[in-house]
Nanobody, 129 residues
Framework: QVQLVESGGGLVQAGGSLRLSCEAS?????????????MGWFRQAPGKQREFVAA????????SYTDSVKGRFTISRDSAQTTMYLQMNSLKPEDTAVYFC?????????????????WGQGTQVTISS
């Protein structure tokens, strides 16, 4: 089983920054674990569906973003490849949501939540205007 634990959420003013972290752990998780080959961030605002934010392939570092965060958010992973980050700059009130970390085998569209097998519990991000 892969456990994903998010941290770093909070309340900031518009224009501010936050850095989210997602640590993958579990008895069998390793740097070569195929279950974390793809790691991504999704968010869900009240009354809305969960939406894709960003994703990264653990070994290649190839990444993708939803259009609304391009140029403001940066996804990355540490050298051990078991922790993923989302640096969020120039935050806007519309970025307010619960942010979820997810991991999967990396097959198919990384923007689809169906391609992820493991999910964290989420961390709240609130941006005040």
């Amino acid at each position: 089983q892969v456990q994903l634990v998010e941290s770093g959420g909070g309340l900031v003013q518009a224009g501010g920054s936050l850095r989210l972290s997602c640590e993958a752990s579990g008895r069998t998780v390793s740097t070569s674990d195929p279950r974390t080959r793809l790691m991504g961030w999704f968010r869900q605002a009240p009354g809305k569906q969960r939406e894709f934010v960003a994703a990264i392939y653990r070994t290649t570092g190839d990444s993708s973003y939803t259009d609304s965060v391009k140029g403001r958010f940066t996804i990355s992973r540490d050298s051990a490849q078991t922790t993923m980050y989302l640096q969020m700059n120039s935050l806007k009130p519309e970025d307010t949501a619960v942010y979820f970390c997810a991991s999967g085998y990396g097959v198919g569209d990384p923007k689809s939540p169906d391609k992820y097998d493991y999910w964290g519990q989420g961390t709240q991000v609130t941006i005040s205007s």
